[in-house]
């Protein structure tokens, strides 16, 4: 099980802004726990030259399934290599909800980035309506099992894993540790049984929806729990940095 912080910038930024953030995160030295950031595709470039050599990765957001084409508006897996990338985003809420990426679709965005070299954050978690119905287990295991039925238990197992309950991401309203570690230990169990206990213990699993630096050692400090993905807050470098010291 691997300690991990990721900032999730969505489609925030500019270049002047980023330059301080990112010059604060390279300042901070030798980082306690692996952090990275996933900027806006324009900004890879900067990240790229303001982070290299440094103890911060960087990334991308989300990626396209396909390696090339017309397809007007994506951005490859190569692109992404091209620019160094080491992680990248894949199904987030946002991009499920507002940009209709199945679970399908999600599942063949791991396939592609694996193959090109890039390690996926695959994101899951259930809305406000689905965890009020008691139905959390299942949405969230019907998104992992599709990503190893139709990319196969070698590719699950080589993601990082994000649950992000849609309910408490942007909401400052964060789920209890005790309800994230339920879980991250459901999500561990269901990798374990799939791909094998030694790689269930191995899998890093993070925690997204409204992590601050109030809270981040709660819900760090649980078993199941390495890390964060962390949006707003990510934004703020002195933040973001409070998180990761939370997270060793
Ligand atoms: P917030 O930390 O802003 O709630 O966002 C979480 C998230 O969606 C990270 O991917």
Sequence with gaps: MRKLVVGNWKMHGGLAVNGALLGALRAAGHAPCPMAVCVPFPYLAQARAALEDSTVA????????????????????????????????????????????????????????????????????????????????????????????????????????????????????TATPEQAQAVHAFLRGRIAQWCGADRAVATTILYGGSVKPQNAADLFGQADIDGGLIGGASLVAEDFLAIVAAAV
């Excluded at 679709?105 to 259930?126: H, T």
């Design 58 to 173: 960087w990334g991308a957001q989300d990626v396209s399934e396909h390696a090339s084409g017309a397809y007007t508006g994506e951005v490859s897996v190569a692109m992404l290599a091209d620019f160094a990338c080491r992680y990248v985003i894949v199904g987030h809420s946002e991009r499920r909800a507002l940009f209709g990426d199945s679970d399908e679709r999600v599942a063949a965005k791991v396939k592609a980035a694996l193959a090109g070299g890039l390690k996926p954050i695959l994101c899951v978690g259930e809305t406000l309506d689905e965890r009020e119905q008691g139905v959390t287990e299942a949405v969230v295991e019907r998104q992992l099992a599709a990503v190893c039925r139709l990319a196969g238990a070698d590719a699950l197992a080589a993601c990082v894993i994000a649950y992000e309950p849609v309910w408490a991401i942007g909401t400052g309203r």
